[in-house]
């Protein structure tokens, strides 16, 4: 199918990233969205109907179309313009991988209309040589828990989507900027120090896959990779953390770079908590969130799937 086929969907999973420990290595797909309806035009153009997107360049300054058209320069490709309504579930800033939703969504958007016939691999070494890291953009890409390694013109994830659990995020009204929390972090770490939080991250894992809920939260709260350095930029963290150990969770960790929280905690319990956090700290936004195993999807509006 093509562009003249009509409008097309391009749909992206949001993400969150490190799950404390599995820092710029591990992240996972969560069921909130980036959407984006295609119709061909004359000239590119974007629009919104959230208040949150309506300052976004409405032309092809946005993020998305330069995305897009930076990914079909790579193949030597012109892309026809298209006016696209972009909608999105995903808060701004907060940690919830808005940017690398976006990411995906202007390579997937650049291979449909340029009719590239990217690979999952060719569009995920795309994305993570712009983001930087394969966590966020992998989990959006692959759907499920990513685990990535990035090496400059080679990166290699493992992509699981036989994992079950809920999790409840706790999302503040305030943004945090990554440049900002990453401003914080320590320019370099010892040997000692590097086979410590190595370690912690690969028992995380092991804890994950083996579902021993109890000792991967123990390793989410063992991390100092980063949280230690982000946590004085987030004064509710540790009574967050805390109050949602109280009610069930098994786990909590910074979503991304933050400020968002995301606890974790067995399939059935995500409701229960959900209220229990929105009453505890009701100027924050507490949503219960499950695992997307699907990842990034592109269809025509008639339902016949075209990725």
């Not at 995906?104 to 890291?133: N, P, R």
């Not at 997307?292 to 592109?298: I, K, L, P, Q, R």
Request: hydrophobic content about 40%; glycine content about 8%.
């Amino acid at each position: 199918m093509t562009l003249t086929d009509g409008k097309f969907v391009i749909q992206v999973p949001a993400s969150s990233a490190n799950l404390g420990p599995g820092f710029d290595s591990i992240g996972i797909a969560l069921d909130l969205f980036l959407n984006l309806e295609v119709v061909k035009s004359e000239k590119w153009e974007c629009y919104s109907t959230s208040d949150e997107l309506k300052n976004l360049p409405s032309d092809e300054q946005h993020f998305i179309i330069q995305i897009a058209l930076q990914t079909a320069s790579k193949y030597n490709r012109e892309l026809q313009p298209c006016k696209i309504k972009v909608e999105s579930d995903i808060p701004l800033a907060r940690g919830l991988g808005s940017s690398a939703s976006a990411i995906i969504a202007g390579i997937e958007l650049a291979d449909y209309i340029g009719e590239l016939g990217l690979s999952k691999e060719e569009k995920l070494l795309l994305a993570t040589e712009i983001e930087g890291h394969p966590d966020n953009v992998g989990a959006s890409l692959y759907g499920g828990l990513v685990i990535g390694s990035y090496q400059p013109g080679e990166v290699d994830v493992v992509s699981i989507s036989d994992i079950s659990f809920e999790l409840v995020a706790l999302i503040p009204n305030e943004s945090l900027l990554t440049k900002d929390s990453r401003g914080v972090l320590p320019m370099d770490f010892s040997y000692q120090d590097s086979i410590r939080a190595s370690s912690i991250a690969n028992v995380l894992i092991g804890a994950l896959l083996s579902r021993n809920w109890e000792l991967a939260g123990k390793m989410m709260e063992k991390d100092i990779f980063h949280q230690p350095y982000r946590k004085p930029l987030i004064p509710f963290y540790d009574d967050v953390v805390k109050f949602a150990k109280s009610k069930g969770a098994f786990g909590s960790a910074l979503s991304g770079a933050g400020p968002t929280v995301l606890c974790f905690c067995e399939e059935g319990k995500g409701k229960a908590l959900a209220q229990s956090l929105k009453t505890a700290f009701p100027d924050m936004t507490a949503k219960q969130l499950s695992i997307d195993n699907t990842g990034s999807n592109v269809y025509q509006l008639n339902n016949c799937s075209v990725n």
